[in-house]
């Protein structure tokens, strides 16, 4: 007879608590952005380099937001360059 065998790893909850947050998509955010008045026209003077990490980064957590669902890669990339763009853009205003 053999016995149950049970995994080693604790559940930490971040699977339900993923998947019951309610997320924008991209499109979302992309219409919010837009009907703010947010997305700048010229994206403010940074490094090519640190410009593209940030948006890799909001890239990614879009992304994972979304629970990685294949095909939305340009559209998470689109979004978060408006978002970066945006961001770097108030801090130059203030």
Known sequence: MTAKRESPR????????????RAL????VLTILEASGDVPANPPPVG??????MVAAE???LAERRGFEAGHDL?????????????LR?????
Do not use: P
Request: hydrophobic share 40%.
């Open 48 to 53: 090519s380099d640190l410009r593209w990490q």
């Open 59 to 61: 890239a990614y957590f």
């Open 25 to 28: 998509t991209a499109r979302a």
């Open 90 to 94: 108030a801090t130059e205003a203030a």
């Open 75 to 87: 559209e998470d990339w689109l979004t978060a360059e408006a978002i970066v763009d945006s961001r």
């Open 10 to 21: 604790k559940s930490t909850g971040k699977t339900k608590a993923t998947k019951g947050a």
